[in-house]
């Protein structure tokens, strides 16, 4: 079946350092989403990409969809201790909308 | 504007006893979700509703899992009777919905979270 990846899982950072997650689907995307959720909390809607090769910025935060809609990456620069707590991308595909969620990157910030 | 409302936000059970979640959505919002989550994972989708409509419960383990969203807008999710890998953080979420190509963004609510003993 249709499978998102995320990687890396884990991601320790000095703050002020940056940090890259990746996310590549097995098949064509028609959007992809991004959320966050902190440590105890719920996921948060970050953004949405639907074209191809889009990037958007929120910020120190930078997303991309690649060309062929199958991968997208969430850059953030400086980190700070605020970043901290799992992100996830969710790729929209089939014709119900259906969202497939990537496992997640936990992202740690060193002071 | 209110959020997606959850109850309860904790719940404590033996297994084999059943449980009931309920959510409340953002007014107005015809997509709402259910998702479960376990310690250290990502959401897995349970059940899709478009209105009082299933989309999609291909994920749902029917042989124990319920849900229902009469007049299409608040919904439960029942489980009966639980097993101890039942122990997770169950999220509702909703959407505008609607006729679009895309999803459009899924507010959560705060969960439930399950511990079954």
């Known amino acids: 079946g249709q499978q998102v990846m995320q990687i890396p899982q884990y991601q320790h950072v000095q703050e002020g350092e940056d940090f890259t997650t990746y996310c590549n689907s097995s098949?064509?995307?028609?959007?992809i989403q991004w959320y966050k959720q902190r440590p105890g909390g719920h996921p948060v809607f970050l953004i949405q990409l639907v074209k191809s090769g889009e990037v958007k910025k929120q910020k120190r935060l930078t997303f991309q969809f690649g060309e062929a809609k199958k991968n997208s990456s969430l850059h953030i620069t400086a980190t700070q201790t605020t970043d901290v707590g799992t992100y996830f991308c969710a790729g929209g595909a089939g014709n119900n909308r259906k969202l497939i969620w990537g496992l997640g990157t936990s992202l740690a910030v060193n002071p | 504007e209110a959020g997606v409302a959850q109850s309860p936000r904790y719940k404590i059970i033996e297994k084999r006893q059943s449980v009931a979640f309920w959510c409340n959505p953002i007014s107005g919002h015809a997509t709402l979700y259910w998702y479960q989550q376990i310690l250290g994972q990502g959401p897995k989708l349970l059940i899709q509703?478009?209105?009082?409509?299933?989309?999609?419960d291909s994920q749902l383990p029917k042989d124990r899992f319920s849900a229902e969203r009469l007049k299409g807008v608040d919904s439960t999710l029942k489980i009966q009777p639980a097993k101890l890998e039942d122990s997770a953080v169950y999220l509702c979420?909703?959407?505008?919905?609607?006729?679009?190509?895309?999803?459009?963004?899924?507010?959560f609510g705060e969960g439930s979270r399950l511990t079954v003993l």
């Open positions: 098949t064509t995307l028609s959007n």
């Open positions: 509703f478009q209105n009082n409509g299933v989309v999609d």
């Open positions: 979420a909703s959407s505008l919905g609607g006729g679009g190509a895309h999803t459009g963004e899924l507010f």
